[in-house]
């Protein structure tokens, strides 16, 4: 089985600045890695996910990612934030197994509330 | 950009109604999922599909039911609605062999 923890359940920050939403995972069995983000009123949609290879992962809108495999973490960054980032954002692990089907296994979700 | 779509998207509806949320996918992918979603918190599986004709309950427990009789069309039945079904309800489906899921809008459900 698997768990993720956000550690963050809201941030707030000045437009333009930068923001970091931390994601910790626990799992026996190697993971596929990913950050939605959800905005007022709307499903998820997918910003970036690591699958494998390079830890440092790129994603719409300017976000990115680091897989850090000792620490079990999965860290989402932008380094200058707008006003339109509002909005929650998850952090979902899946198993890398076939029996898994793709299943995700959700973080709380952090709150970024971005003020000008 | 994903093709899925939920309606209602918005739903009131009294204590004791039978209810179907509908979610359908133009996109061709074999596994479907329901996900379920409180105010503020995270989401949970409560159904998920991976072809015609194969359902499973997911990690929450659940006394919706799903069907899958179509490919692209993946129902959630509510036989007696209550008040505890408050809730989103999220659809997703992605590809076999892939591993990224593709959301819904969602519906919100608000049972008196």
């Known amino acids: 089985a698997q768990s993720v923890t956000q550690l963050d359940s809201q941030v707030p920050v000045f437009e333009e600045a930068p923001v970091e939403l931390r994601c910790n995972y626990s799992?026996?069995?190697?993971?596929?890695l990913f950050w939605y983000v959800q905005y007022p009123n709307q499903g998820l949609q997918l910003l970036l996910k690591?699958?494998?290879?390079?830890?440092l992962v790129k994603g719409i809108n300017g976000f990115e990612a680091e897989f850090n495999k000792s620490q079990t973490s999965f860290h989402l960054r932008k380094p200058s934030v707008h006003i339109s980032d509002t909005a929650e954002y998850f952090c979902?692990?899946?198993?890398?197994?076939?029996?898994?089907?793709?299943?995700?296994?959700f973080g709380g979700g952090t709150r970024v509330l971005v003020k000008p | 950009e994903a093709d899925i779509y939920q309606t209602p998207r918005y739903l009131v509806i009294g204590t004791g109604k039978k209810i179907t949320l509908e979610c359908s996918q133009t996109?061709?992918?074999?596994?479907m999922y329901w996900y379920q979603q409180d105010p503020g918190m995270e989401l949970h599986l409560i159904h998920y599909?991976?072809?015609?004709?194969?359902?499973e309950k997911g990690d929450l427990s659940s006394e919706s039911t799903v069907s899958r009789i179509r490919t692209e069309h993946f129902p959630l039945t509510l036989e007696s609605a209550r008040p505890s079904h408050t809730s989103q309800y999220l659809c997703?489906?992605?590809?076999?062999?892939?591993?990224?899921?593709?959301f819904g809008p969602g519906t919100r459900l608000l049972v008196l």
């Open positions: 997703a489906s992605s590809r076999g062999g892939t591993e990224t899921q593709y």
């Open positions: 799992s026996s069995v190697s993971v596929y």
């Open positions: 690591y699958l494998s290879g390079s830890t």
């Open positions: 979902a692990v899946s198993a890398k197994i076939k029996a898994a089907g793709n299943k995700l296994t």
């Open positions: 996109m061709g992918h074999d596994k």
């Open positions: 599909s991976y072809g015609v004709n194969s359902t």
